[in-house]
């Protein structure tokens, strides 16, 4: 479907025509903004599920941030959900029992999804080899202990989608 620009003409050529036509006062022509022409607006909404399986193979499930890497990743494009929504993630939101996970959303609203078995696996890995046995429960998926640990180290998605790419 054409853009508003190329679909109508400019929006200047808009303006300029009912302003020449007597249908709009030129005052008035000048009040009107024209059409948004948004900085990000041609990137993609979404990557395809190849390019996914890519992104996750490239996050080495034997390193720290590999492992907590690939969770994050399965847990965004399994479940579509949002940055922080991982970010936020505690252990008492996930029922391992019924294989479900708790979101707190938008507007403090709560929802229960199923767990994929790759994503939980994933979790449970990162969970078993690479987190620390702490006890807080806040943000599952926090990488501030391991940077604590690597001060220098620069690695984590950022490297995996470098990998991908």
């Known amino acids: 479907m054409p853009t508003g620009s190329t679909w109508l003409g400019t929006d200047e050529d808009q303006r300029s025509f009912f302003c020449v036509v007597q249908h709009c006062s030129p005052e008035l022509i000048a009040a009107v903004p024209g059409i948004a022409h948004w900085r990000l607006s041609s990137l993609p909404r979404y990557i395809s599920a190849q390019d996914i399986v890519r992104l996750v193979a490239a996050c080495n499930p034997a390193r720290p941030e590999g492992s907590r890497d690939r ?95």
């Open 71 to 165: 969770a994050i990743i399965l847990l965004l494009a399994r479940l579509a959900l949002r940055a922080g929504d991982v970010r936020d993630l505690r252990l008492k939101d996930i029922d391992w029992s019924h294989g479900r996970l708790r979101v707190v959303g938008k507007g403090q609203c709560e929802t229960r999804l199923p767990l994929p078995q790759d994503a939980g696996d994933a979790v449970l890995h990162y969970l078993q080899h690479f987190r620390p046995a702490i006890d807080d429960d806040h943000h599952v998926m926090d990488t501030y202990w391991y940077l604590q640990a690597t001060p220098y180290l620069m690695t984590g998605i950022a490297d995996a989608c470098e990998a991908f790419i």
